[in-house]
């Protein structure tokens, strides 16, 4: 609960702050700013078509290079886990036994399948 009125006393305050500031911005005059003609002046001379030409080809060439490493990525991934299929025997791979050698001792022979008599 304690949270709660903190918050409300937050809210009402930063609404209080809002409100008080919205009423001076009406008597701010246009001509208090600080040559307004100037920096028009040298927004306009800007070469913004030049930025997005480069901004472009910069952007084209660093999507090419992610396009080609993750497909480098995607082939390491994929003969990784053809390996592995090969190796346990999946997607037409031979799967090694369990069981399938031999040993000295009975218990495996049994497990095996295999029945020997002493």
């Known amino acids: 609960m304690t949270e709660f009125i903190l918050e409300l006393i937050l809210f009402l ?3 209080t702050a809002i409100y ?12 208090s700013l600080a ?3 100037f920096v028009r ?3 306009h001379n800007l070469p913004v078509h030049k930025f997005d030409a480069a901004l472009s080809a910069f952007l084209e060439k660093y999507l090419r290079r ?3 490493l993750i497909l480098r990525i995607d082939n390491g991934l994929t003969s990784f886990v053809s390996r592995l ?3 346990s025997g999946g997607a037409g791979g031979t799967q090694k036994g369990l069981f399938s050698e031999k040993t000295a001792t009975n218990d495996s022979a049994v497990v ?4 020997t008599v002493e």
């Open 112 to 115: 095996s399948g295999e029945t």
């Open 85 to 87: 299929r090969a190796n």
């Open 20 to 31: 008080t500031l919205a009423r001076a911005v009406p008597r701010l005059e246009e001509g």
């Open 35 to 37: 040559s307004p003609k």
């Open 13 to 15: 305050s930063l609404g």
């Open 41 to 43: 002046a040298w927004l």
């Open 66 to 68: 992610v396009r080609v």
